[in-house]
């Protein structure tokens, strides 16, 4: 038997580290004795100290002791609580380089998960954002107690621990705005706030959400059980400190769950829902609708969208999740007819209505999975010219690829939210198609997030 020659690293080991690159989560990345190593908070080129913290079969994780040589591109970061948080990742990187950056995290994944030549492909440089803070249109902060003191925020990087947020910096300043207040609201009425350990109290979370063009606010308070102690009180004095609260709604989730969500929503005043403008469609909102977090990156994002489906008017396109139908309605008026389908049935509703009340009669859609439906369509005789998928971070179902390949759509718009999943897919989706280009979209500045919109055009002879 030959031994394992290799030193291994050992837990609290301290060692110097040079990083080569970014890791898909934000992370440094460097190499000791042929071993990785990722360091939250390391940058490419640094030359660092570093503990090792935990040691995992194939890699180790470690944390900075020293910074030997900092990066040029080193900035100190805007929030106060950004090490603790772990909500966003590149702060202490300057914008232009973190889009520099999310570029290079498209390669790797393309180089780990595909066997084409990149050298072939044609990846464009991100497309950032004029002013990279306060973008984002919701907040979703859970609630906790400290020596009688109300804390609303997010749980701290791998711990359990609630960190205070008052202004989170890349939330929209209304949304932040109005956390404060609704929490001031519960501490002034002494409203009893849920205890993970006890699961005794009400609050568990405050959501709150902008429509960014519109100006109209949406407060949601997520409790424990139905019962809201001093409900009329909370309502009037969200109304009278936050006068452009449009909605305010109750959700109840009872369930030791780290989902924020229950099922049940009751309206508490006002609609039910929240307007929002997107270019020339607008949208209702209600509290568990899904719809981008930052509206003015979701234009660039969709129009590039359709600069790829470049459209004459002949095409039929199939939308394969399509939520509340914002992509598809972005395309339908340069389409002979969209068609979309969607797992959440309440999704699927508020898409016809959508349609409907932008005047579109070209569209149809219907609740089910895209890998079900497709193949029923086609053998009716209906054939999409032009597929454009959104998938979630998991990436294409496979059986819906393997629809893809036999269907064989003229051309295939791959929106995707992970590079890793959209590498793994396009190596699958290469028997027949050619990758024209990727164009990296910039949707969560100072996070490691990076969305792609791709080009994929059926090859000749397939």
């Not at 999310?102 to 050298?119: C, S």
């Not at 609708?289 to 004459?312: G, I, S």
């Not at 199939?318 to 049935?345: F, P, S």
Request: hydrophobic share 35%; proline share 5%.
């Amino acid at each position: 038997m030959k031994l394992d020659q290799s030193i291994k690293i050992q837990l609290k080991q301290t060692f110097p580290l040079t990083i080569k690159r970014l890791g898909i989560n934000g992370e440094g990345v460097g190499y000791f004795k042929k071993q990785v190593v990722f360091v939250p908070g390391a940058l490419p080129g640094e030359e660092v100290v570093v503990e090792a913290t935990r040691i995992h079969p194939k890699y180790a994780e470690a944390k900075i002791k020293k910074i030997r040589i900092k990066s040029p591109h080193r900035v100190k970061p805007l929030c106060p609580v950004y090490e603790q948080c772990g909500g966003c990742q590149l702060q202490h990187l300057a914008y232009d380089q973190q889009l520099k950056e999310k570029r290079d995290i498209v390669i790797q994944a393309l180089e780990r998960h595909t066997k084409l030549r990149l050298e072939n492909l044609h990846i464009r440089e991100t497309i950032g954002m004029e002013n990279p803070w306060g973008y984002r249109n919701k907040s979703s902060f859970q609630v906790g107690e400290k020596n009688g003191k109300l804390l609303a925020g997010l749980y701290g990087m791998n711990s359990h621990q609630l960190i205070n947020i008052d202004q989170c910096a890349v939330q929209h300043s209304r949304t932040n705005e109005a956390t404060a207040i609704v929490k001031q609201i519960l501490q002034d009425l002494q409203i009893p706030i849920y205890n993970e350990k006890t699961r005794k109290g009400t609050i568990r979370t405050i959501v709150t959400r902008v429509g960014v063009q519109t100006g109209e606010l949406q407060v949601v308070l997520i409790t424990l059980k139905k019962e809201l102690p001093k409900m009329e009180l909370i309502i009037n004095e969200i109304q009278n400190r936050l006068p452009n609260v449009k909605s305010i709604v109750q959700n109840i989730n009872g369930e030791k769950t780290s989902l924020i969500f229950g099922e049940e929503t009751m309206n508490l005043a006002g609609e039910d829902f929240i307007q929002e403008t997107l270019g020339d469609l607008q949208f209702e909102l209600s509290a568990r609708t899904f719809f981008q977090l930052n509206p003015v990156q979701t234009l660039v994002l969709y129009n590039e969208v359709k600069k790829a489906a470049a459209l004459t008017g002949k095409e039929k396109v199939l939308d394969a999740y399509c939520g509340v139908g914002t992509i598809g309605l972005w395309l339908a008026d340069q389409a002979a007819e969209v068609r979309g389908m969607d797992v959440i049935a309440e999704s699927i509703e508020d898409a016809k209505k959508n349609a409907k009340r932008h005047g579109f009669t070209n569209t149809k859609y219907v609740p089910g999975k895209a890998e079900e439906v497709l193949p029923k369509w086609v053998k009716k005789g209906w054939r999409p010219d032009v597929v454009v998928v959104d998938p979630p971070r998991t990436g294409l179902d496979s059986q819906l690829l393997q629809t893809i390949l036999q269907v064989k759509p003229e051309k295939l718009i791959y929106v995707s939210c992970n590079p890793s999943t959209l590498a793994k897919d396009i190596q699958v989706l290469s028997k027949n198609y050619e990758v024209k280009y990727i164009q990296p979209v910039d949707m969560f500045p100072q996070t490691a997030h990076v969305e792609c919109v791709s080009q994929l055009i059926l090859k000749e002879g397939s």
